[in-house]
T-cell receptor, first 117, second 114 residues
Framework: AQSVAQPEDQVNVAEGNPLTVKCTYS??????LFWYVQYPNRGLQFLLK??????LVKGSYGFEAEFNKSQTSFHLKKPSALVSDSALYFC???????????????FGKGTKLSVIP | DAGVTQSPTHLIKTRGQQVTLRCSPK?????VSWYQQALGQGPQFIFQ???????QRGNFPDRFSGHQFPNYSSELNVNALLLGDSALYLC?????????????FGNGTRLTVT
């Protein structure tokens, strides 16, 4: 069974500073990896995904993530944080094959990002 | 272009009752997945519907059932409600059932079981 760990419940960063939200995963075979963001009382919004190819993935709102197969990590990064980036961030994984478990995403518990003005 | 719409937004039910939640997918999407998000947790996969059939199911009891209609909209039914069923129920649609296809989520239905 696949799993996702987001080791930090909360990350605080000053506006204008770079931010990193950590994610490690466990899955059989190759992974599909995703980051989603959730604002209060809203559903999740897709930020970016890694399917195959370049390990550095660029997504919406200036976010990017780096896939590291040896460390089974997929950390979310942004060079300069904005106050409006404050939200709940979820990492998710799925196995990259057709078969049982292949259609579902497994999410981490989420990391609350607070960007301080 | 309407995104994923869910109804109702909030619902209060009593233990033992039954509930039906509804979802209309984003225009052009034919696959609907349902997730349960308990307070302070990440979403957990309930099941996915494609071509009016349940394609995959997560670790949820048979009390949770669903349906997809020819227009791709979907319903989630929960029977014999328990206090532990209180959660935000999220519907997500996608262009295809493959996990590589990003999910588009609705704003959810907040279910409270008393």
């Amino acid at each position: 069974a696949q799993s996702v760990a987001q080791p930090e419940d909360q990350v605080n960063v000053a506006e204008g500073n770079p931010l990193t939200v950590k994610c490690t995963y466990s899955v059989s075979g190759n992974p599909y990896l995703f980051w989603y963001v959730q604002y209060p009382n809203r559903g999740l919004q897709f930020l970016l995904k890694y399917i195959t190819g370049d390990n550095l993935v660029k997504g919406s709102y200036g976010f990017e993530a780096e896939f590291n197969k040896s460390q089974t990590s997929f950390h979310l990064k942004k060079p300069s944080a904005l106050v409006s980036d404050s939200a709940l961030y979820f990492c998710a994984v799925s196995p990259a094959y057709s078969g049982a478990g292949s259609y579902q995403l497994t999410f981490g518990k989420g990391t609350k990002l607070s960007v301080i003005p | 272009d309407a995104g994923v719409t869910q109804s109702p937004t909030h619902l209060i039910k009593t233990r033992g009752q039954q509930v039906t939640l509804r979802c209309s997918p984003k225009s052009g999407h034919d696959t609907v997945s349902w997730y349960q998000q308990a307070l302070g947790q990440g979403p957990q996969f309930i099941f996915q519907y494609y071509e009016e059939e349940e394609r995959q199911r997560g670790n949820f009891p048979d009390r949770f059932s669903g349906h997809q209609f020819p227009n791709y909209s979907s319903e989630l039914n929960v029977n014999a409600l328990l206090l532990g069923d209180s959660a935000l129920y999220l519907c997500a649609s996608s262009l295809s059932p493959g996990a590589y296809s990003p999910l588009h989520f609705g704003n959810g239905t907040r279910l409270t079981v008393t």
